[in-house]
């Protein structure tokens, strides 16, 4: 009678201990990476966490880049590095069928986690859908809607996780960045970056931070390992669509256009005729406002923002805020306006000299417009106004 209660109450806590191993296994965690897309916001892809719940019938994808158009002074918080960010959730069929409007491929790699691992997971995926967890301050470079995954496998890993190296040696976050931005022929939206990147985005990345772009995280996963498992154990092309290369167009390059720029103010200042002279006279004022101008900005992004990679701009070396206020007074006759010339020539000639030497890439487009002010600025220093 012993031996068969020992029996069948060892069979119950067998089966029962079974049981509980399949449901706690009902779950199928996998990172979602998203191709860039055509828009600005999207250039440099997507990703998100699915998760499929057998028991439950569920399909979700829990999504950290989400923001709210709608919210109260939205360009204003943007602007200024207060834009807060928040986890949001969607099933994965209008997920999908989202980025198949957008002819944007997505590559899904099931994690390979344990049971306890995904229940961990889960677990810090629902906290972080409270209302008071949900939101936070995004941060392009350092807490994002990609690296909040990483940071999640690494909270649910039973032991530590090790990433291989996915990129190659002393990588700048600006020559990450800039990658996506030639390949995308985005050059003119990488131009106005580089005008308002200090020289924080020049630090050397070290792996893990290189995961901060979606791609990179990809890779990051194929190679990581869990203690002595792979992250990945699948990997499955949810969209397959052929990648298309963006046709470049070298006359629309801004290296192109501000080269021709300044050849033509150079032809055109060796003219004699009057129309030369008034159409110089407009364009000085137009260059060093909008010079001037870009200064103000730098210093707004600098000093006025939470963005901690506008910090340290050595564009304001070229772009002097007090442009655009000499930009009023290039046709006075006064000495003071004269000497202010004098001084730019000789300080933009000597940022010019030290171009590819200061802490700092700078983008060479500028070059021509640096020329540009030093020649224009030799004109006033030498005769303090036209005669027009």
Not at 83 to 96: A, E, V
Request: glycine content about 4%; overall charge positive.
């Amino acid at each position: 009678m012993l031996r068969k209660f020992l029996i069948s109450h060892f069979l119950f806590l067998f089966s029962y201990s079974c049981f509980a191993q399949i449901d706690s296994c009902h779950l199928r965690i996998s990172l979602l990476t998203c191709s860039p897309g055509e828009e600005l916001y999207s250039t440099f892809g997507h990703s998100a966490l699915r998760v499929t719940d057998s028991v439950g019938n569920e399909d979700i994808v829990y999504n950290y880049g989400t923001f709210n158009f709608d919210e109260p002074g939205f360009y204003t918080k943007f602007i200024r590095g207060k834009l807060m960010y928040y986890l949001s959730t969607q099933d994965f069929i209008s997920f999908k069928q989202d980025y198949e409007l957008e002819k944007r491929s997505m590559i899904e790699q099931v994690l390979n986690l344990s049971c306890d691992e995904k229940q961990k997971m889960v677990q810090l995926l629902h906290e972080n859908l409270m209302n008071e967890n949900k939101f936070y301050k995004y941060d392009f470079l350092f807490d994002n809607c990609t690296t909040r995954l990483r940071d999640l496998l690494e909270k649910s890993g039973d032991t530590a996780v090790h990433f291989a190296n996915v990129v190659k040696e002393k990588t700048s976050f600006r020559q990450h960045i800039f990658e996506y931005m030639d390949y995308n022929d985005k050059l003119w939206t990488k131009l106005g970056m580089d005008l308002l990147l200090g020289n924080n985005t020049d630090a050397i990345m070290t792996n893990r931070e290189a995961m901060f772009l979606p791609d990179y995280l990809l890779k990051g996963f194929d190679s990581g390992r869990i203690g002595n498992k792979p992250v990945v154990s699948s990997k499955i092309t949810v969209i397959d669509l052929p990648v298309e290369k963006p046709k470049k167009n070298f006359f629309t390059n801004p290296v192109f256009i501000f080269w021709l720029l300044f050849i033509a103010i150079v032809l055109l200042s060796l003219s004699k005729s009057r129309r030369a002279k008034s159409l110089l006279y407009g364009f000085d004022g137009f260059l060093f406002f909008i010079t001037g101008f870009a200064g103000v900005v730098i210093l707004i992004m600098w000093f006025g923002t939470e963005h901690i990679v506008c910090r340290n701009n050595y564009n304001i070396l070229w772009a002097w805020p007090t442009h655009a206020i000499a930009a009023f007074f290039i046709n006075s006759r006064k000495k003071l306006p004269a000497k202010y010339f004098t001084l730019t020539a000789i300080v933009e000639l000597v940022v010019l000299l030290i171009w590819f030497f200061v802490p700092q890439q700078m983008n060479p487009a500028f070059i021509p417009v640096v020329l540009l002010l030093i020649l224009r600025s030799l004109h006033y220093a030498k005769q303090p106004a036209y005669n027009i």
